[in-house]
Every structure is written in structure tokens, then in C-alpha cells.
């Protein structure tokens, strides 16, 4: 591990500043900012996005806003790849970077690394949520429950995206999606990770996102 190296990740609720502490670091310090956030990876996705401003991107340099359009797949473990290559580059730069936070999937990716899954095919996805269309959740939860009691009594039971995912991955590889996640032991970097959690008082935090949403 290369110690002088640091990568600050700044997370927290919508509205809650982690914009402008993201600027005033990269600023200070003379870092990239690295966007971790699922939608404002995607430029055709502007309204409820709270993507920075023209005025703000100016203001330090920035990867993942407006990256992507989409048409095109963009998951999680493919943010981790990305950002990994981008990051080996901008260290050689400079030892301080940026990544902040809007989702926790993304930002858990990169840190921690995902459970190795398999690829499927898209069509098992299209017949799963075809299903749900016309069953209903819990003729999916059935299926889960048969297949994988272990992670069926795991499962948030009305979170239909990880459902569809979990019998997604059953019925492509014929096992059980629980056996793709014992075998996890962690990702390894070559520089420290700093995290930094942003709070504020509920009202105060409602009343800014009321602003935001008007």
C-alpha cells in the first residue's frame, strides 16, 4: 500500500451538502471529484438527479456526471472497475482524491467490493419482471422460497428488485443465490479510504429538501 495516498468519501442524506464539501476539499487539496451517485451517471437524466450545477462543475474537476447515457447497461460492479482505473491515474497526480456519495450500492462496490455473481441473460430478467407484472410478488417469492429458503428468510420481502435479481441468478446458474455470497473476503486497495458521514437535524434536513424538490 502506497500510505500517502487517500481517497476521502464524503456520504450522506439528499440535500445534505455533500456537493459543496466535495468542491471545497478538491479545492483545498487539489483533487478530481469521483460522482458515486446511480443517477447522475446518465445525461439524459437531468430532473430529480440534483447533478451539479454548470457553475460547480467549473469549480474542480469531476468524473461520472453525464458519463453515461441510458441506453446503455451500468451496474454497480462495472462503477467499481471504472473508477478503480480512473483513480490508479489520478493518484499518479496527485495523492488526495474525492468520491462522493449519493448511492450506498456504488459506494459499498468500490470500497468492499460485490459478491462475484454471474452474468445472465436478459431474457430471464424480461420473463421475471413480466411475472411480477402479471402474478404478482408472491408468486416470485414461492419460486425464492423453494429455491433458497437461506436467502429467502434474509430478503426484505416487498424489495422486488433484489427478488427478481436473486431468481435471475437461480435460474441461470441452477443454484442457489446464496452460495455466490459465502465465499466473499473483501476488496483490496493500494491506498487508504477515508469516509466522512454528514448529518443535520430532521427539520432542517426536510426543509431542504422541500427547497430542492420546489
Not at 474525492?98 to 452474468?119: H, N, R, T, W
Amino acid at each position: 500500500m502506497k500510505n500517502n495516498r487517500l481517497l476521502v468519501v464524503i456520504v450522506g442524506p439528499t440535500a445534505i451538502g455533500k456537493t459543496a464539501l466535495s468542491i471545497e476539499l478538491a479545492r483545498r487539496f487539489n483533487a478530481d471529484i469521483l460522482s458515486a451517485d446511480s443517477r447522475q451517471f446518465f445525461k439524459e437524466m437531468e430532473i430529480g438527479t440534483a447533478k451539479p450545477s454548470s457553475q460547480e462543475l467549473a469549480q474542480a474537476p469531476h468524473h461520472f456526471i453525464n458519463s453515461h447515457s441510458i441506453k446503455h447497461e451500468y451496474d454497480a460492479v462495472s462503477f467499481a472497475d471504472d473508477a478503480e482505473k480512473i483513480l490508479h491515474k489520478l493518484f499518479e497526480k496527485n495523492d488526495i482524491q474525492i468520491m462522493v456519495g449519493g448511492s450506498g450500492l456504488y459506494v459499498k462496490a468500490f470500497c468492499e467490493g460485490l459478491d462475484e455473481m454471474p452474468q445472465t441473460d436478459l431474457t430471464i430478467r424480461s420473463a421475471l419482471k413480466e411475472q411480477l407484472k402479471s402474478e404478482g410478488l408472491d408468486s416470485l417469492l414461492v419460486e425464492l422460497q423453494q429455491k433458497d429458503p437461506d436467502f429467502y428468510d434474509k430478503i426484505d420481502k416487498a424489495n422486488s428488485q433484489r427478488i427478481i435479481r436473486a431468481l435471475e441468478v437461480i435460474r441461470e446458474s441452477g443454484k442457489p443465490y446464496s452460495t455466490f455470497r459465502k465465499d466473499y473476503q473483501g476488496k483490496q486497495h493500494d491506498f487508504k479510504i477515508l469516509k466522512i458521514g454528514l448529518e443535520m437535524d430532521r427539520e432542517t434536513m426536510y426543509e431542504r429538501i422541500n427547497e430542492r424538490m420546489d
